[in-house]
């Protein structure tokens, strides 16, 4: 029986995410969270897809991210999916930074490890909790190829303009500062898909991706090849988000040292998680801002428009940068739900080319479609994306090289 499973591991801080793919027909075995890692009311949630069985859901302290790996083994042992299984062929870790260094998949052995660890000031959240995750992967299955697929490596095909800041050679280069992207296993998988959805292959597309979530970022896509993209050094840059103000003018923050006093640790806080829509109007889910904007709330209303405001701006951007546009593809949890945040967003487009087909663009739905006008000259997508199953197939592939 040769293996054909894999089993993808999103660890955060203090949550590890995962899901169980057979990638013979992409489906989902199993998928869970443990979140509250290390608190006394740890969470471990387990839905046994694959039997179709009810959600598992245990509270209790997980002490650390080794714990929680245990129980992830423990709730897929149970359903007969256990990480000791022959048919497990690889487990796929996603990793935030891979710098400049990961453009591709890897397989991660000590050399590798040692490289995501010396990416950490780059990533000082997030790479520490992912290189955990790998850590206590390979202890618990020390033979089986552990795979690490980076959140930077969709946009190493960046040229350097789009790439670089205007910043002092010397300093941008001593300390790496660079725009290196985020959420490129989403832009690569909705740009394929999106490539797919017009009949066409991906090398003969040019694509915007739009993944609105509560993290939001926007890509040009020419010939499948990231071109460029809104998140820049770190995951601030660009749109608004949910509660990351997105681009400010970086003057904002020596005003909020010398004259607001506050510390840089204060700014950070402010800037990533009490801006975007939650600082502009106290909530940072769309549905609740619609919800008060149909009250005639001119503080969500506001929100909303600022965050539409960004959306076209860059928007506007990436068709300059392309040249031709091919379609404009919106996805997560925003792009691929709220229909206004699509009609609002083209608006007025209509010069470009742009435009959404009222109908269609309220038609909720699972799969890949299109929103535009038949007759559109760039056509409007909605792509759900699926970063699991991406990771999965990029992993897979890597091993059954
Ligand atoms: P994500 O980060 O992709 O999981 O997206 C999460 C965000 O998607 C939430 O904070 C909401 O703002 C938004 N969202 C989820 N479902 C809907 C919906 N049905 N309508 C509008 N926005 C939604």
Same mark, same amino acid.
């Given at each position: ?84 299984? #022959? ?54 299955? #020390? ?71 509560? @993290? ?25 988000? @949910? ?159």
């Amino acid at each position: 029986m040769s293996a054909t499973r894999v089993l993808v591991l999103n660890s955060g801080s203090s949550s590890v995410k995962y899901q169980l793919l057979d990638m013979r027909d992409s489906s989902r075995l199993a998928a869970g969270l443990v979140e509250r890692i290390g608190e006394e009311t740890s969470r471990i949630r387990h839905t046994p897809l694959a039997s179709g069985g009810e959600t598992r859901e245990s509270v209790g302290p997980v002490a650390d991210h080794e714990a929680a790996l245990k129980a992830v083994a423990e709730e897929l042992s149970r359903d007969g999916l256990g990480l000791d299984s #022959p048919e497990l062929a690889a487990i796929g870790h996603r990793v935030v930074h891979g710098g400049r260094t990961f453009t591709e998949p890897t397989v991660i052995d000590d050399t590798v490890l040692a490289e995501i660890e010396r990416l950490i000031p780059l990533a000082p959240l997030h790479n520490p909790a992912n290189l955990t995750g790998i850590r206590t992967a390979r202890a618990l299955r #020390p033979d089986l190829p552990q795979v690490a697929v980076f959140d930077t490596a969709f946009h190493t095909t960046m040229p350097e303009p789009a790439a670089r800041y205007a910043l002092d050679v010397a300093t941008a280069d001593e300390h790496r500062i660079r725009r290196y992207g985020f959420h490129g296993t989403s832009h690569a998988y909705v740009s394929r898909a999106t490539a797919r959805l017009l009949g066409k292959a991906p090398e003969d597309v040019n694509v915007i991706v739009l993944h609105l979530g509560n @993290g939001a970022s926007a890509s040009a896509v020419r010939g499948g090849r990231c071109v460029d993209t809104s998140m820049g050094l770190t995951p601030l840059e660009g749109l608004v988000m @949910g509660t990351r103000s997105g681009d400010v003018d970086p003057a904002v923050i020596f005003h909020l040292a010398r004259v607001g006093g506050m510390s840089i640790d204060e700014i950070d806080t402010l800037l990533n998680k009490k801006s975007g829509l939650i600082g502009l109007c106290g909530d940072n889910d769309m549905r609740e801002i619609r919800r008060r904007i149909d009250a005639a709330d001119e503080e969500a209303k506001l929100a909303f428009d600022i965050y539409i405001h960004r959306l076209k701006k860059y928007i506007g951007a990436y068709c300059a940068v392309l040249g031709r546009v091919d379609a404009i593809a919106f996805t997560a949890g925003v792009g691929e739900n709220a229909s206004e945040v699509r009609e609002a967003a083209v608006a007025g487009l209509e010069t470009l080319g742009l435009a959404v087909d009222g109908a269609l663009n309220a038609v909720r739905g699972d799969e890949p479609r299109l929103v535009s006008p038949a007759d559109a000259r760039v056509k409007v997508a909605v792509v759900p994306t699926d970063e699991e199953l991406e990771i999965a197939a990029q992993a897979y592939a890597l091993v059954k090289k």
